[in-house]
Each structure stands twice: as C-alpha cells, then as structure tokens.
C-alpha cells in the first residue's frame, strides 16, 4: 500500500529506506562504483530537488540515471512529462512498473530511454526536453551535462545533483582557485549557481563524498557566431598547464608562442595573463581572432 504522507502530489506516492531496499533486493541490484549509483531514499530530499527546479506545467523533463524511481516519482506530478535515460536495462525495465504502482494517474507521462546519456541523440527522445533534473552518476557528471545541452537546443534550464567540489567548479567564476574548463564550457552555454548541500545520509550507499545541486539556465542567445570546436580546445590548452601565462599555454595551440602573443593582444587580451583569471567572453574574443 503506498504510504500517503510520502505524497508528491496527487496520485503519486514516493519512495522511502524501506521502499528502495524493497525493490534493489526484488531485483538483485548492488549499486555499483563504475555506474556512480547511490539511490537517494529520502522523501523531503526529492521535494526539495523538485521544488528548486522551477519547473512550469508545460515542462518536459530530462532525467538521468533514475535508478529505482525515487526522483522520478517526485518529477512527475510537476511536469508535463518525463524521459528517463537509463544505462542499466534492469533497472530501465522496472522503472514503468514503479510509476503505474505508485503513481498511476500519472504514469503515462514516463518515457525511458535505455541509453548512455554520455552518447545518447535528440533522434531518441520522443519528445523533446526542456529541462534537466538529475541525481548525476559523480564520475562523468560534467561531460554528460555539456554532451546534452550540445545535442539538445530545447533544454533550456537544469538542476543537477553532483560531488560538492564539481558544483563548486561548474558554477565557478574567473578568479576562484577552482575555476576552470568546466566552469567555461558550461557558461558558453549558461548561466551556472550552486544552489544548496545535500547531506550524504539520504543516499543508499552512503557515498564518502558531500553532493551539491547545480542549477543552470541557458543563454537566450549564443555568446558569439564562433563554434564551440573552436572555442573549446582553446580553454582545455589554456587550463593544461595552469602556471603559464597564455602567450606559453597556447602556444601549442596557435602554433608558436608568437602567434598565440599575437592573437591574444589582437583579442585585447595581456599575454602574461592567466587562464584562470579570463571570463567566457575573453575567450570567446580569443576564439574569433583564430576562426
């Protein structure tokens, strides 16, 4: 019987300790390192990601990795739909039979994917989303979010839940000592903040790291007409080797440490600079002087 003070809304019921044991037990799954799975099994935690996403009626959510359903339970009542990318064909396969148990009102609004979002296309998704809200896997959290809103120009704003000292980096700003190629190639896309501490007790397993949510919105119009296969092997060559000034940085990537002194001052940019100390905007200046 679903437990109506666990309520996400009408019609849906969400899951608790108890429940995620339940159904890892039921179908012999051990969360595993090499996925990044620790299933969150706190009730308040899930409505306190919903509720921090924002989302409207009309929202379509992307969610990744929903593992038994705990996050997806809470999404459903507040979007229009759904799609759900799941690596793991166990657990892909269940999840319907979680939404049709515990949210049968609803449970029409679920789509799964059986992908790795690290490679999934738009040409996949039955419809298409505009919003991102996930309990990332910690170790490719970064390169899954920068894949998805590369291949899908529908997603128009996230919240995601990563390793704290991801979320520090993704939503850092020129200056900070962690500020670096995520922190650039997501703000090509987006506005990035941190948006609040996830404390490690509300997972199965109890991961040994401390998790932060991300929040993100993208840009309304692009930074610049440059494409990001120009503009991003200049920000990985200018975080390479973080003690150089640039003119040394990108030299192997201008071709000589004339050249990159050269485009770097025709981008009203001091040569002995850092990377660390320049904006999206210096780079993408850099970027139009190379294209």
């Not at 998790?211 to 692009?222: Q, Y």
């Not at 192997?252 to 002194?261: K, L, N, Q, R, V």
């Amino acid at each position: 019987m679903n437990d109506v003070s666990s309520s996400a809304g009408p019609g849906s019921a969400l899951l608790g300790p108890a429940d995620v044991r339940r159904l890892a037990a039921e179908l012999d799954v051990r969360p595993t390192k090499k996925l990044g799975q620790n299933f969150v099994h706190d009730p308040n935690t899930v409505r306190r990601i919903v509720a921090a996403a924002d989302l409207a009626p009309d929202d379509v959510v992307l969610e990744v990795g929903p593992g038994l359903g705990s996050l997806t339970l809470a999404l459903l009542p507040a979007a229009a739909a759904v799609v759900a990318v799941e690596i793991d064909p166990v657990l892909a396969a269940r999840l319907p039979g979680t939404a049709a148990d515990r949210a049968p009102g609803l449970a029409d609004r679920l789509h799964v994917v059986l992908a790795d979002a690290m490679r999934v296309t738009a040409e996949q998704f039955p419809v298409r989303p505009t919003a991102l809200v996930a309990n990332l896997p910690y170790n490719v959290a970064v390169p899954v979010v920068l894949h998805l809103l590369a291949e899908l120009p529908s997603l128009t704003k996230g919240l995601v839940m990563v390793q704290a000292e991801v979320a520090d980096r993704m939503a850092a700003g020129p200056g900070s000592k962690v500020y670096g190629v995520p922190s650039v190639k997501l703000a090509w896309y987006a506005d990035a903040r941190r948006a609040g501490a996830v404390p490690r007790a509300v997972f199965w397993p109890v991961p040994n790291v401390d998790s932060a949510l991300v929040s993100f919105t993208r840009r309304a119009e692009p930074l610049s007409g440059v494409d990001r296969s120009v503009l991003f092997p200049l920000v990985d060559a200018a975080f390479a080797q973080r003690r150089k000034t640039l003119r040394g940085a990108l030299s192997g990537w201008a071709g000589s440490p004339a050249e990159a002194e050269r485009r770097l001052l025709a981008a009203g940019v001091d040569p002995s600079t850092r990377g660390e100390q320049l904006s999206v905007q210096d780079f993408v200046r850099i970027a139009e002087v190379a294209d």
